[in-house]
């Protein structure tokens, strides 16, 4: 459904050096699929979510590749022809996104507003959406007639969520949606995200720092380092069998909370500087597994165990991708 190729963003700055934070991206987004985008801050995840959805403003920054949705290339749109497709194809649910609500007026105008900007619908029809988005979200119907300030966080989460789903688009992109939430509230919104995914259909990009709450709930798990995917597999894959050392790392960094006897571990050293050229594998100033030819030659990607991973471990060293 959506394919992103060799998607590169570079953002300007006037006084310091640019700084690159997504480098050469091959993502493929299939229809009806609830992929998860995880990665330390300052990866790259939420300026690739931005990218694919054209909210990065073009004179600060510079975007190369191709974004195509249905044969269409969304980088190639004028605003005109973007707006038309913007709630329709592709929605996005920031993570202050709850806290974007007018605060003067009723949720119910609010969902209205973005229904006659992007749809044709008379009023009762816009109420009885409202009404069913609302149901969806396990809101009562009651919330459209309420102001933000008199719903809770999450129930504003909820309502921003329903907000993104008022045209049926076909992808929706959520940044960090729960982050701002406690915990128990963040595990509601997520179930009840995974649920109204499979009963609507729709695809999600869910990018998330958190990789528990990302494995509880995506299908599919992309990982991001320095501005690029290192690893993509099935979730169910993954956690029998990661093949890149950083996914690898951020698993043991995963805590069940459920288990005795926990060991926290952590992974050394920081991120790259990304306004500086990379040199061989970015990570390989952190790898335990690191060799010489990491720190000179940058890994090509290996498909194998129904995903692709980056690291030369699996082309140089021929370790297997199988899952056995
Ligand atoms: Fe580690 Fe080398 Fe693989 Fe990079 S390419 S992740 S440094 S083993």
Not at 255 to 264: G, I, S
């Amino acid at each position: 459904m959506l394919e992103v190729k060799d998607l590169w963003v570079t953002y300007k700055s006037r006084h310091g050096k640019p700084v690159t934070a997504v480098r050469g991206v091959h993502i493929t987004i299939p229809d009806n699929t609830f992929i998860g985008l995880v990665g330390e801050s300052g990866c790259g995840k939420s300026t690739l979510g931005f990218a694919i959805a054209r909210l990065l403003d073009g004179r600060r920054n510079q975007v190369a590749g191709s974004v195509v949705l249905n044969d269409v290339d969304l980088l190639k749109l004028d605003e005109r022809e973007l707006r038309a497709l913007r709630w329709k194809k592709v929605s996005v649910v920031l993570q202050g996104g709850m806290n974007a609500f007018n605060p003067v007026h009723k949720i119910k105008q609010q969902f209205m507003d973005a229904m006659r900007a992007h749809g044709n619908f008379t009023v009762t029809e816009m109420k009885e959406k409202i009404a069913l988005l609302l149901q969806h979200v396990q809101l009562d119907s009651e919330v459209m007639e309420m102001y933000p300030h008199e719903l809770s966080g999450g129930m504003k989460q909820r309502a921003a969520i329903a907000l993104s789903l008022v045209l049926d688009p076909e992808l929706v992109i959520l940044d960090e949606p729960t982050t701002a939430l406690d915990v128990v509230v963040q595990h509601a919104i997520v179930d009840m995200l995974k649920d109204l995914q499979r009963r609507l259909k729709f695809s999600v990009l869910f990018i998330s720092h958190d990789l528990g709450l990302v494995l509880e709930v995506a299908q599919r798990v992309m990982v991001m380092y320095a501005g690029e995917i290192v690893e993509e597999r099935s979730t169910a894959t993954l956690l029998k069998k990661s093949l890149h050392p950083y996914t690898q790392a951020l698993l043991d960094c995963y805590v069940d909370p459920q288990a005795e006897d926990v060991r926290l571990a952590g992974i050394p050293g920081s991120p790259p500087d990304l306004s500086l050229p990379l040199r061989g594998c970015a990570f390989a100033p952190r790898c335990a597994k690191a060799f010489a030819a990491c720190r000179d030659e940058k890994p090509e990607t290996t498909f194998g165990g129904g995903g692709f991973v980056q690291c030369h471990l699996y082309t140089k060293q021929g370790v297997t991708t199988d899952e056995s």
